[in-house]
């Protein structure tokens, strides 16, 4: 991973001394807006200073006042700054050496995870520390070397505290979504965001409960304080009603358009960290639908969102597994047997079936394999075998097990179908034509042809699965299937390529071409097999 963004930008910490920067200095405008609106006496005075005298009058004042405004909001940003600077430094090392295309080590990286995910958490209550040194500050001044009234320094440094409060949520929110945006994808390329040790977190129901008190209690606690301080100074004003009420309507308006634009901003940024990654889930469990098991769900926090992609991603990388496993198999077993035993359709003590079994050999083998190298013999058999398969497959048919030289194939198991025989006998006769197309090939390269015979039975069969406790392999099992393989062997002494039993003639559906019936004795069979050739 290298320290760059979606944006190919580099990744720093800029941005976080930024966002300390400006929540500050948003914070203290605030607090000056307010002040500058408030009918207390003694802001009521300021402002008259200020009006009252001409512009050139009031310019000094006016820069005086601005100078002192600009200092606060300068000396509070440096002190953020320090102590953010202090604090981030595990981080800014991560990503100074991501910067240089090196690896932080597994103690550093640790840290500077820990950090940054508890970064907003650890700038709320030194922001607040600002604030409150501020706050009390200026009541001190304002009272040791009577710069304004009791009532009128309370409200400043209560205001002033409160507006601390709102402005060090907004910092938090925004810090964290600056983090989530540039940084966190970076630091955890593969989320878990959990399972750093020692960091801090904030559940989805603390964040709307912070949302519902910012936005309501605290900007009620600011106007009800200015009224409650307005009340002591009603007999001492001497300004008349109809200007004092005008007072008090323009400091509420001012009061509800900040705190307007201040809950706007915090529900955006609260209602973004909830919505965007949720929105992301979505989207990529469509795609997960489509079958897109590639994708991964961006986790960017380390609350029940978080906890929810990281279990997502879990769930995704299983299906992937899974998908996979269920190709590969589909490798080693047919497809249907596959969904059978995957969908746990296929008895564990079989089940008795109707069906049409195949057997193919291929001939004189022995003597093939004495006379070729082992790498030919297998590309041999492997040519042969994929053009069987396919002719077997393309009729509905179900290739149980390639042994050696020979196919064994069925049809009617594990799903069952009516015209078993008829599909056994179409995939006999593409089998005889594939071969034929197969022997052109070899002809065409100068090799010699190879010939095999297939032998058809139906009958009941056990089929299910089979082998030990611990492995299993589908297979089929009884007389129909032993009478298929003696068949086959008839194909020899008859001199033909296919060879169909009465069993399976009994039940076409369809003319075949077929050539004089025989019998014959075969070894573990009571009476003779009754035997045809087909043309």
Known sequence: MTAKDANSRPAGLGGLYAIGAAATAIGVLVVAILNISTPLEYFLARRAEVVGAGWEAALPTVIHRGSFLTGGIMFNTILITLVMRRYLRPLSRCLGLLARGQEPGPELLTQGRRKL????????????????????????????????????????????????????????????????????????????????????????????????????????????????????????????????????????????????????????????????????????????????????????????????????????????????????????????IRDEILNGRIAFLGDRREATVVFADLRDFTVYVEAHPPEVVIADMRAYFTAMHRAIRAHGGVVLQFAGDQIEAAFGVPVARPDHADAALRAALAMRAALAELNRQRAAEGREAIAHGVGIHSGKVLAGNSGSEDQSAYALIGDTVNLASRIQDLTKKIGCDILVSQQTADRLQEMYPFGDPSSHQVKGASRPVLVMPVE
């Not at 400043?156 to 910092?171: K, N, P, Q, T, W």
């Not at 949302?211 to 001492?236: A, C, K, R």
């Not at 940024?269 to 994708?295: D, K, T």
């Open 117 to 336: 995910l508890s970064l907003p958490f650890a700038f709320v209550p030194a922001n607040m520390v600002g604030w409150l040194t501020a706050s009390v500050v200026i009541f001190s001044i304002s009272l040791l070397f009577h710069q304004m009234d009791r009532h009128s320094s309370m409200v400043l440094a209560l205001r002033s505290l409160m507006v601390g409060v709102i402005s060090s949520a907004v910092a938090f929110f925004w810090l964290e979504e600056h983090a989530r945006r540039r940084l966190v994808p970076l630091l955890f390329p593969e989320g878990h965001l959990d399972q750093i040790p020692g960091a801090y977190r904030i559940s989805i129901s603390r964040r709307i409960h912070a949302l519902y008190w910012l936005g309501s209690l605290l900007p009620l606690v600011i106007l009800l304080v200015t009224l409650f301080i307005l009340q002591y100074e009603v007999d001492h004003q001497t300004v008349t009603a109809a200007e004092y009420g005008r007072g008090i309507i323009l400091f509420t308006l001012v009061l509800a358009g900040v705190t307007f634009a201040t809950i706007a901003s915090l529900t955006r940024l609260v209602a973004r960290s909830i919505s965007h990654p949720l929105e992301q889930m979505v989207r990529g469990v469509r795609q997960v639908q489509r079958g897109n098991y590639n994708l991964r769900f961006p986790v960017v926090s380390n609350d029940e969102i978080g906890a929810l992609g990281d279990a997502g991603n879990l769930l995704i990388q299983g299906l992937a597994e899974r998908e996979l496993l269920h190709n590969l198999f589909g490798k080693y077993v047919t497809p249907e």
